[in-house]
Every structure is written in C-alpha cells, then in structure tokens.
C-alpha cells in the first residue's frame, strides 16, 4: 500500500484544497497539493479533475470532505452551489472514492497533526488518555466533530451538523444579540454567530445595542481593526465572537465528553490567534458551573495547520484501501 497514490480533498464554502497522498511507516504524508477559490470552477468535478490533471502520478482513489451533511454518497453543500456524488468521481477513475464531512475529516487528522502546528489556547498540556477528543472551528460556516475512543484504543470520527444547534446566550448582552437576530431568522444557530457571516451579524447587533451606527459590511474589516486595536467597537466584537466560541467549544466538549482535549480549527481561529489567545475564550470554555473542575481539565489547543483535514481524508482513504484489500 506504500506505493499507492490516494487523493485526498477539503472543500469549503470558500476554498477547495486537494493533495496526493502516500502511506510512510503507517501515516499519511501529503505531496503535492493546491487551493483554490471554491469559485474557479462552475461545477465541483471540473475541479477535482483539473486538480487530477496536474498531478504527474494520478490518484486512483481517495476521499474529499465537504462542508455539509453527505446523504447518500451525495453532497449539497451548505455554503456553496456545488454539488457532487460518489458515482460521479468514480468517472474520474477514482475508486474506491468517498465523501465525508469536513469536520469528520478534521477529527481523524487532529491526532496526527505535528505538535508544532498546535498553539495552546488554555488548560493542561495534555488531556485524559484513550479519552474522545472534540474539533470545531468557525470558517465560511461552523464545523462540529469529535473522535471517540474505547478502552481498547479504537476511534471512530461523528460526523456532525452541530454548528446549527441553537445558540445559547450566556449573558444579558447575549439575551439581546439572541432577541435582535431572532427579528432577522426564525431560529438563531450557532452558526448565525461564529463564522465569518456571523461576526458581522454579531457587529451590527452590538452596534444596535450601544445605539451607533456601522457601516461595516466585511468581517475581514472587524478582524483587521480588532487586531490593531483591541479597544475599538470592532474589537468589542471580536472579544464577543471569542467568549461566545469559548462557550460553544465548552458546551461541545460536555457533550461530547472530550476529556482528552478540544481542537479548535477552521480557517478564522488562526488569523486572529494573537487576539483569541488573550480573549475571554477559556474563561467562557471552563465557565460551566458545578463542571468548572471537570472543564479546567480538558486541553484547548488552536490548529495553525492548513492541511489538517487532508491528513484526516488521506487517513481515512488508507484505511478504507487497506479493509477492501
């Protein structure tokens, strides 16, 4: 298995990433690779194969992770016009070929991620052995994921839709960010909040609170202003946007029972590491009442590594060559 070529794939609402992988002493290492703006290409296909076609060894399998729900073999993703099925990569000549959520991806690719690619955001260095561990993350939207363990070692990733469960405020002002979206959606998720779209959700309401006017209408500009200077209206939002994600990862990791720790991804967390390393984030993670104990326990770390979920694909796509035979 060595010598076999499996592609490995990571499609976002807004970029496509893709590699060639090889197995080396049992662990997936990742060759050549491009990103892409998700945009470039009109229908999903004509992306993996324009990747395909500028590979010099072609994969003959592999395994994408998008970002959605797959049904099916089949993916309508959330954030993105496009489409894909199983059957239709096989046309490529990949297979066996498979789709999986990205987060699910994301699970399987944070244990092996290098240690210097992990940027501690609070707790101990290292969690509850043999313990499940959780990853989510904001990006374009909001991923959810987790990697349970039994006592014999065996993993296995959930794929998830949790970044659509309900958003619980935690604090008056969060009472009134929750009242003033609600005029906009029927149901306010998670996701309405921690994700790109959502920091600005989140600036406008705040600005409706405190009785000012914005005219900000791309997050990029509440992030740059927020790193340059903490104590602006925008870096009021973007300390929010990182209390609320504390407490969202805090809430996953009871769920979850991540004793093992918690790995915060997506493609926001790290451009503004800096600022989230010194935010409210672990205070709201280990704010959790009679848990406080259990919470200061778990691990939080930031993963800095962009191909963390093609390590996590290609993983995937191994073990699934090495059970067909």
Not at 20 to 32: C, I, M, N, Q, Y
Not at 124 to 143: C, D, S, Y
Request: aromatic share 6%.
């Amino acid at each position: 298995m060595s010598d076999r070529v499996l592609l490995a794939g990571d499609v976002g609402g807004t970029n496509a990433r893709f590699a060639t992988a090889r197995l080396v002493d049992g662990v997936p290492v990742l060759e050549h690779h491009e990103t892409f703006p998700a945009e470039r290409y009109p229908t999903f296909l004509e992306g993996v194969k324009a990747f395909m076609d500028g590979c010099d060894v072609k994969p003959d399998g592999g395994v994408i992770a998008v970002a959605g729900p797959v049904t099916d073999g089949e993916i309508d993703l959330t954030n993105s016009p496009w489409r894909v099925s199983e059957k239709e990569l096989k046309t490529l000549g990949l297979d066996p070929v498979q789709l999986i959520n990205d987060f699910e991806a994301q699970a399987w690719g944070a244990p092996i991620v290098a240690k210097e690619n992990l940027v501690s955001l609070g707790g101990p260095l290292e969690g509850e052995e043999n313990a499940a561990i959780a990853v989510l993350g904001p990006g374009t939207g909001f991923g959810v994921s987790a990697l349970a363990r039994d006592i014999h070692g065996n993993e296995m990733a959930l794929p998830s839709e949790g970044g659509h469960a309900c958003f619980a405020p935690g604090d008056p002002i969060e009472d009134e960010i929750l009242r003033i979206l609600r005029r906009r959606y029927d149901r306010v998720s998670i996701e309405r909040l921690i994700c790109g779209p959502g920091l600005l959700n989140m600036h406008r309401a705040l600005a409706e609170i405190d009785g000012r006017e914005t005219h900000i209408d791309d997050p990029a500009e509440i992030t740059a202003e927020a790193m340059q200077d903490p104590n602006s209206a925008c870096g009021a939002t973007l300390a929010r946007f990182c209390a609320i994600l504390g407490a969202v990862a805090g809430d996953v990791a009871l769920t979850m029972g991540a004793r093992r720790g918690v790995y915060v991804a997506g493609g926001i967390p790290p451009k503004i590491l800096p600022f989230l390393k010194a935010s409210p984030f672990r205070e709201r993670f280990e704010r959790k009442g009679r848990f406080q104990p259990y919470m200061a326990a778990i691990p939080t770390w930031c993963v800095t590594d962009k191909t963390a979920a093609l390590l996590g694909a290609a993983r995937v796509a191994f073990a699934e060559v090495k059970r067909l035979g």
